[in-house]
């Protein structure tokens, strides 16, 4: 098998990390190799973060380089065109709709960039999600993060993982119940 | 059992079960969770030094004491400890000690790149470079052993992406050793010239016994594949490499890598027909094989500035790229960080920024934010303690150049701690009148919340005395000092014009706790719980963009309609764009 690339982008608090963390547990139990690197230092102050998780059956190089990533999923929408270099020209781009407003787009300076996701649909394989609106419904926005993980699973075929169990060793108990909800929520809508 | 850890986990498990008996690091990206994961080992005493050289020189302590030790700290940490390290070089151990260096190519969040190998060869001490987290585990088990047998310091150098990447690591038991009784030994701890003078010539006898383990050890082993291309790598690099080439070429992976294994390098090279050295960072390894006859493509064609990737290997190497997508690079803006919204630092910059002819020497820490936009409040930037020492020398300059203008150095609690108090001392010794500003947000925040000095615990979770800065401030003999809550606008105000106007030193102390703190009990006596949230009437406010200057994230002014509308979730309520706004068009709601 070949190693598959999986990079994660988005903001400072967006609960990046705990996904990569139920990621790469599955992936291990999976019988995987697994190699996952993450950049936090300025991450706390609102900037641009991203992980990289790479399996297969004998990982080397813990990170990726452009033109590396089999899928790119990002949970804020500026962030996607920010980071598709990262993209194989036939990899997939999984995007959340949501539009977090960077420093200079609070500040009045520049307006936040309309049409990335039709401009990166043009280009490749893309999927939409308002990881948002599902987590919203289901009645908790902290979980938007497991909806995008459900969609990861599902776009990476690897919905054959006990993600349920991972997901009951990894979370408080009383919230395993929504987060199981937000990954099915996830998987279903892409 | 398996385990996925980082770099900095596999190191901390390392250090349990070689049976390190003492740990002490400051904090630095990014090697600070290595003695978090060490923290909770109650079989290890763990402790956060005010900086790395009382770090080094308590391990030091505690290696001569019998212990196993050790040490650990970011790239520029170790110029910090530099002067304890050389001479560790000299005298060796009684215990085993090891010492991290965890350095940054690439800068994700320091000030330079130092390739900090070059500080194992000049001060003649033993280095391994681990490349993945079950190398790193091993090697402090390994480095711990050297230590002992050949009576040397060991350097586990790392970096970012060793420190920060998980991997697979096979957890262990550990092995506990009793601390070794100590004997009092002149001839070798008292480093008195005379001491030296010969202890000189016993390091150069242990670093030839080093070059010899260095040709046996299985830390440097071969991987024979087709002999057309040799790569002889080390650390992540080795993996880079491995990623590029596969099993179409044959590789030295260097792991223990100060002495270098010059016999079996020379071994290899004559095997294969073209050789690599494949390093981040400096030559460090290709200017010892080169110096040693033998030719090698290495930093020709490969970049000694930024961090390696695989790409960059096979394009320098191969001259191959992969396809990639094609678009306007141009779209995304910039995501720069910011101060937290409620950040106490914002109060004391958004009024500082409002004084003219003024040179403000910053520092490291959260605050050197203040000056990015929008508060653009800061001059210069050169490392920890700077601040203060080079206001000193400026204002010197200025006042023989009879230039009148101020100088305002600035500084956080834990940098004040960590080497801000000499540079205090020089401005009362040989007078020079600067406003030191003292941010004292009750933790050190940049690195993720470590306690120190003065916030009343110790990183084991202890209750530690909390240090006074007012009480040292003027202990070091400044009279003019002002504690204030730098998100009262008035007060900040007061005060600075209060230390301008002075023609002696002065030190304002802005106390206020870090947005993201969790406080303690004393926290909330002294500080009160935190209640509300802010809330802009748009019907007042008059679109003037004031309350957006102060660049608190929670405020966004929306362009379409020219009003301010603050972000709920995000707001703490610290109050500082309320004292801002000229029409009061916010105020303070859920109190
Ligand atoms: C010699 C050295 N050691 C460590 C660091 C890493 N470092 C940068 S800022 C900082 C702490 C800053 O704490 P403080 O002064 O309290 O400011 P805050 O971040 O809380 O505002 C540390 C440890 C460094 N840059 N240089
Ligand atoms: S972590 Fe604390 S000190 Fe740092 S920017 Fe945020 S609020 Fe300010
Ligand atoms: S009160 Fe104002 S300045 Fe403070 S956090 Fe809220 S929006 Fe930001
Ligand atoms: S400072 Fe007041 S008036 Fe000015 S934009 Fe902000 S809320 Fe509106």
Redesign the pocket.
């Known amino acids: 098998m070949k190693i598959k690339n999986i990079l994660l982008v988005g903001v400072g608090g967006q609960g990046t990390i705990l996904v990569s963390k139920i990621l790469s547990t599955g992936l291990l139990q999976a019988g995987y190799d697994v190699k996952m690197s993450e950049i936090h230092g300025m991450a706390q102050r609102g900037g641009s973060v991203s992980t990289q998780v790479r399996y297969g059956e004998k990982v080397h190089s813990p990170i990726i380089g452009i033109g590396d990533a089999d899928i790119l999923v990002s949970f804020e929408t500026m962030e996607s065109i920010r980071w598709l270099e990262f993209l194989k020209p036939d990899g997939i781009a999984v995007i959340n709709e949501h539009e977090i407003p960077s420093a200079p787009i609070l500040s009045g300076k520049i307006a936040y960039p309309k049409g990335v996701i039709e401009a990166i649909s043009e280009k490749v394989n893309t999927k939409v999600i308002n990881a948002a609106e599902i987590s919203e419904k289901l009645g908790n926005t902290k979980v938007m993060n497991v909806v995008l993980l459900g969609a990861l699973i599902k776009s990476m075929n690897l919905t054959d993982i006990d993600w349920e169990s991972i997901i009951k060793d990894l979370v408080k108990d009383k919230f395993v119940e929504i987060n199981i909800k937000a990954l099915n929520a996830g998987m279903e809508a892409v | 059992m398996k385990k996925l850890l980082t770099g900095n986990e596999a190191i901390a498990l390392g250090a349990y079960e070689a049976g390190v008996h003492y740990a002490s690091a400051y904090p630095g990206t990014p090697s600070t969770e290595i003695l978090e994961n060490i923290a909770p080992y109650k079989e290890i005493v763990a402790e956060w030094a005010p900086n790395e050289k009382v770090a080094v020189e308590s391990a030091i302590g505690a290696c001569y004491a019998g212990a196993r030790s050790l040490t650990a700290m970011k790239h520029v940490g170790l110029n910090v400890a530099a002067d304890p390290f050389f001479t560790m070089g000299y005298t060796g151990v009684n215990g085993g000690m090891v010492l991290i260096s965890a350095d940054d190519p690439g800068m994700h969040s320091s000030q330079n790149e130092q390739d900090n190998r070059y500080y194992a060869r000049m001060a003649k001490v033993a280095m391994v470079e681990p490349a993945d987290s079950q190398e790193c585990k091993d090697m402090v088990i390994k480095a711990i052993e050297i230590s002992e047998k050949y009576d040397t310091l060991v350097m586990i150098r790392m970096t970012t992406r060793v420190c920060h990447s998980k991997s697979v690591v096979e957890v262990g038991e550990r092995t506990e050793v009793p601390i070794k009784p100590y004997k009092k030994d002149t001839s070798k701890y008292f480093i008195a010239p005379a001491v030296a003078k010969q202890l000189h010539l016993v390091v150069e006898r242990k670093l030839v016994e080093l070059e010899k383990f260095s040709n046996e050890t299985d830390l440097n082993f071969i991987e024979w594949n087709d002999k057309k291309i040799g790569v002889i790598s080390s650390g992540v690099a080795y993996n880079y490499a491995r990623e590029v080439f596969g099993d179409s070429a044959s590789y030295l992976k260097i792991g223990f890598s100060f002495p270098l294994p010059m016999e079996k390098i020379k071994k290899f090279a004559e095997e294969v027909q073209t050789l690599y050295v494949i390093e981040e960072l400096e030559p460090f390894m290709e200017e010892q094989i080169r110096a040693a006859g033998i030719n090698c493509i290495g930093k020709d064609k490969i970049p000694n500035t930024w961090e390696l990737n695989p790409d960059i290997v096979e394009k320098s190497l191969l001259g191959t790229q992969k396809p990639t997508i094609d678009y306007d690079k141009n779209v995304a803006v910039g995501r720069p960080p910011t101060l937290c919204?409620?950040c106490p630092h914002r109060g004391f910059f958004y009024e500082l920024s409002k004084r003219k002819n003024v040179m403000i020497t910053g520092d490291i820490g959260c605050y050197t934010l203040g000056g990015t936009e929008p508060l653009n409040a800061m001059d210069t930037v050169v490392c920890m303690g700077a601040s203060i020492s080079m206001a000193h020398g400026a204002k010197k300059v200025f006042e023989k150049n009879n230039d009148d203008k101020r100088l305002v150095a600035v500084i956080g609690d834990s940098t004040f701690f960590h080497s801000g108090m000499t540079s205090l001392l020089d401005v009362v010794y040989n007078k020079s009148n600067t406003v030191t500003c003292i941010l004292d947000n009750r933790i050190t925040a940049m690195t993720g919340h470590q306690e120190n000095p003065g916030t009343g615990f110790s990183l084991q979770g202890d209750e530690a005395q909390i240090t006074d800065i007012e009480t040292i401030v003027k202990a070091l003999g400044i009279k003019h000092v002002k504690t204030i809550n730098p998100l009262r606008r008035e007060a900040m105000k007061e005060a600075m014009d209060w230390a301008f106007a002075l023609n002696e030193p002065s030190v304002v102390i802005t106390r206020y706790p870090c947005a993201l703190k969790k406080y303690s009990e004393q926290d909330i006596e002294e500080f009160g719980p935190i209640q509300g949230?802010?809330e802009v009437d748009q019907e007042i406010c008059i679109g003037c963009k004031a309350c957006a200057r102060?660049g608190?994230p929670?405020?966004h002014f929306q362009h379409e309609i020219k009003k301010s509308y603050?972000n709920e979730a995000q707001?703490?309520?610290?109050?500082?764009?309320?004292q801002v706004c000229p029409v009061k068009a916010i105020s303070k709601v859920g109190v």
């Open positions: 919204a409620g949230i802010c102060t608190c929670a405020i603050i707001c703490v309520g610290c109050e500082l764009c309320m």
